[in-house]
């Protein structure tokens, strides 16, 4: 939920290219949905799911050590969180959509309300929790610190989706 303190603060970017990068992350983001459709008849859901999830991490890695990667090229910082930071909206939110669509699909219909309600419960609290550590991290000057943590917790939530549903069936609707 820091994204525009990272980009304020730590990249030490102005409004307008705050605005600009996050604009340009939902655009690719719209134009990439398109390709969801596409994965899954290539690939199946679920591998489609975490593949686009797991090709988000590195770029996670790269706004944490983007000051870095500016010392060493000639690109701006800006450009650089700019693109890893796009990079990563596209990926790891491309699955969502089929992400969704499969959770509706192994859920009966009498247990979809709950499961909803209780996934946006425990993604609330995460990003409260995130954001609440994030923020004091970001505020002591560590803007590196929140990008691996995310990183590494975006893996093992990636791993643990992987291992409890590569093998799940839908469930046949009620009739």
Same mark, same amino acid.
């Given at each position: 939920?820091?994204?525009?303190?990272?980009?304020?603060?730590?990249?030490?970017?102005?409004?307008?290219?705050?605005?600009?990068?996050?604009?340009?992350?939902?655009?690719?983001?719209?134009?990439?949905?398109?390709?969801?459709?596409?994965?899954?008849?290539?690939?199946?859901?679920?591998?489609?799911?975490?593949?686009?999830?797991?090709?988000?991490?590195?770029?996670?890695?790269?706004?944490?050590?983007?000051?870095?990667?500016?010392?060493?090229?000639?690109?701006?910082?800006?450009?650089?969180?700019?693109?890893?930071?796009?990079?990563?909206?596209?990926?790891?939110?491309?699955?969502?959509?089929?992400?969704?669509?499969?959770?509706?699909?192994?859920? &009966?219909?009498?247990?979809?309300?709950?499961?909803?309600?209780?996934?946006?419960?425990?993604?609330?609290?995460?990003?409260?929790?995130?954001?609440?550590?994030?923020?004091?991290?970001?505020? &002591?000057?560590?803007?590196?610190?929140?990008?691996?943590?995310?990183?590494?917790?975006?893996?093992?939530?990636?791993?643990?989706?992987?291992?409890?549903?590569?093998?799940?069936?839908?469930?046949?609707?009620?009739?």
């Amino acid at each position: 939920p820091l994204f525009n303190v990272y980009f304020r603060a730590g990249v030490h970017a102005h409004d307008s290219e705050i605005g600009v990068t996050f604009a340009s992350g939902s655009l690719l983001l719209a134009l990439a949905a398109l390709f969801g459709p596409f994965l899954v008849a290539r690939m199946g859901k679920i591998p489609a799911i975490i593949s686009a999830r797991l090709l988000g991490i590195p770029f996670v890695l790269l706004l944490a050590f983007a000051p870095d990667v500016e010392r060493l090229s000639q690109l701006s910082l800006l450009s650089i969180a700019g693109i890893a930071f796009v990079a990563r909206n596209v990926f790891r939110n491309v699955a969502t959509p089929i992400s969704s669509a499969f959770e509706m699909e192994i859920l &009966a219909p009498q247990e979809r309300g709950t499961a909803i309600g209780a996934g946006m419960a425990v993604f609330n609290l995460t990003f409260a929790i995130g954001g609440f550590a994030g923020a004091a991290m970001m505020n &002591a000057g560590d803007f590196r610190t929140p990008f691996l943590l995310m990183a590494f917790f975006y893996l093992a939530g990636d791993v643990l989706y992987w291992f409890f549903f590569r093998k799940t069936q839908a469930v046949p609707e009620l009739g």
